[in-house]
């Protein structure tokens, strides 16, 4: 058996303490991959939860992807960068492929369809409504939020397909929600910011489907299996680092 840990939402540039609090929860735990997704508190805070692991789990591979907090203040091409000198696969550029299975991620980002069908999307573009607002709005872009959810769903799709073409066992990993029911909050407005459905469609147009697929960004955790496959929102709060454990047969 091959183990998987999720670990989501950690925000360790605000809440430091749960560096400390993830320490505890994978101490003396096997390890084979862990994957982290996103809200990681920074290029700092990716930084040290990356020497974090390699300390405790030399040998486990490190798969990552950025949250929506990781581009306030940045353009949105910041996803695109180059983050090699980590030590860790960062699945914005490049899958995970190991003998086991292969990882594919994205942050993911939104096109609204998780947010109140009632509300328009020119609304959901001002990131304000009826004294509700969304921070995303720190957020530097030259587009609409569902131009840019294209566009890495296109960029997701080409790595999903190579992903197949391999043939081994496949584990997505987000930050946002691919499909509406991750969100355990129900539809509304702050739901907008958290769905692409557009890399669940792509997920779901082949016959070949992930062996899981992780997430996190709404805070509340949820494990479905809507579409044939475990689908696990690991759910991290702020104050209430979690993490999901899952294990594979990897022979």
Known sequence: MSRIIHMTDLHLDDFPGNLHEVAALIEDQSVDIFLIGGDNGGDAGIARLVRLLRGTH???AIAWVMGNHELWNR????????YSH???????????????????????HYDYSGGDPSIGHEIYEQYRFKGMGWNDRHIIRDRTNPEIAREIAERFAI???RALDRGLPLVVLMHTLAFVELNAWGRNFYGAYGVNSLIGDEI???????????CGHTHKPIRIETHGFPMI???SDYENARITAFEFRSD
């Open 58 to 60: 030399p040998t486990a």
């Open 75 to 82: 353009s949105i091409d910041h996803l695109w960068r180059d």
């Open 86 to 108: 980590l030590g860790a696969c960062y699945l914005e550029r490049e899958n995970l492929e190991i003998d086991t299975c292969t990882v594919v991620g994205t942050y993911g």
């Open 159 to 161: 790595r999903y397909r």
């Open 204 to 214: 779901l147009k082949h016959d070949t489907k992930p062996m899981a697929l992780f």
């Open 233 to 235: 929102n690991t759910g």
